[in-house]
């Protein structure tokens, strides 16, 4: 069965008149009465009887001819669908993000693509970066935006800024840091699998140190909640200078920066799935849009 044989069938069957049906169709009668017939062939079923002259619908074409329209009207409502989507006039695109790229460098971006493409709906998920990738390699979101290094295949990486990371704590840490300050602090730290914990890794190994050498007062689960702790005087934490701004000018806590280079902020794309037009209009804008520098 096939959609124009649906639309010849409810042509016949709104002039109940083969000849005015052909000419509403613009198609040739043996053609309408052609397409009738294999509709009947086909599943076994009498649509139309013939009543002297003319023709009228039997009982069982009376049910198909409601199932028919509505097949009909959903079949022009899915072209229209995909027009809409095709021109940015209707879309979504489900987005995944690690916490700082998340919290302090995505908002303004959503903000900048939903003001030229209103009609599109945005949604985000927070989490740590490994489950960022997770969620992309798996098609449960479009496009991912991480702080940490991209460590599956499969996967398109692009660099969209940087960030620098920060010691925060107490004004006791001082102005130098050095190994044995850092072994007798507490230490407020990031959940495994989150991009701040593997810049911790590495800032530690600056010193020739591991997560067994320091004190690990505390493991939470965001950077707004590491930078309530170190507020409260429960310890120190590594984290990102944007998500530092949290803590405000507070005369308690002291800012120290890091050793380490600046971390790329990357967005990153399945390599393996479908782009819908959405996805590659707001990639288009982190593109056109990206700095090296976040500021």
């Known amino acids: 069965m096939t959609l124009e044989q649906l639309r010849i069938f409810v042509a016949v069957a709104t002039e109940l008149n083969m000849t005015r049906a052909a000419e509403v169709l613009r198609l040739s009668q043996s053609a309408v009465s052609a397409a009738v017939s294999a509709l009947e062939r086909r599943h076994?079923?009498?649509?139309?009887?013939?009543?002297?002259?003319?023709i009228a619908l039997t009982p069982a074409g009376a049910v198909f001819l409601t199932e028919a329209k509505?097949?009909?009207?959903?079949?022009?409502?899915?072209?229209?669908v995909l027009e809409d989507l095709s021109t940015l006039r209707r879309g979504?695109?489900?987005?995944?993000?690690?916490?700082?790229?998340?919290?302090?460098?995505?908002?303004r971006q959503l903000m900048?693509?939903?003001?030229?493409?209103?009609d599109i709906d945005l949604s985000v998920e927070i989490t740590n970066s490994d489950r960022v990738m997770d969620w992309i390699t798996s098609g449960k979101a479009e496009l991912g935006?991480?702080?940490?290094?991209?460590?599956?295949?499969?996967?398109?990486?692009?660099?969209?800024?940087?960030?620098?990371m920060v010691l925060i704590g107490s004004r006791e840490i001082g102005l130098q840091i050095d190994r044995a300050m850092l072994m007798s602090l507490p230490w407020v730290i990031r959940e495994e699998g989150s991009g701040t914990r593997a810049m911790l890794l590495?800032?530690?190994?600056?010193?020739?140190?591991?997560?067994?050498?320091i004190r690990i007062a505390l493991v939470l689960p965001s950077n707004e909640a590491i930078a309530s702790a170190?507020?409260?005087?429960?310890?120190?934490?590594?984290?990102?200078?944007?998500?530092?701004?949290?803590?405000?000018?507070?005369?308690?806590?002291?800012i120290r920066p890091s050793p380490q280079p600046d971390r790329a902020l990357t967005m990153v794309l399945s390599t393996q799935r479908h782009r819908s037009s959405a996805v590659q209009?707001?990639?288009?804008q982190i593109k056109a849009g990206s700095n090296p520098a976040l500021i």
């Not at 509505?70 to 229209?80: G, P």
């Not at 900048?112 to 209103?118: A, E, G, Q, R, V």
């Not at 935006?145 to 940087?162: K, N, Y």
């Open 202 to 213: 590495e800032f530690l190994s600056h010193y020739r140190l591991t997560l067994s050498d």
């Open 92 to 107: 979504s695109i489900q987005l995944v993000a690690s916490q700082t790229v998340g919290n302090y460098w995505l908002p």
């Open 70 to 80: 509505d097949i009909l009207n959903r079949s022009q409502q899915a072209e229209r």
């Open 281 to 284: 209009a707001f990639v288009r």
């Open 230 to 254: 170190v507020s409260d005087g429960l310890g120190v934490a590594l984290m990102s200078r944007l998500a530092a701004g949290f803590l405000g000018q507070s005369s308690e806590i002291a």
């Open 145 to 164: 935006f991480i702080e940490s290094p991209v460590t599956m295949d499969g996967l398109e990486a692009t660099q969209v800024g940087t960030d620098q």
């Open 112 to 118: 900048s693509f939903h003001s030229s493409n209103p």
């Open 44 to 54: 076994d079923v009498k649509l139309f009887d013939r009543v002297g002259r003319g």
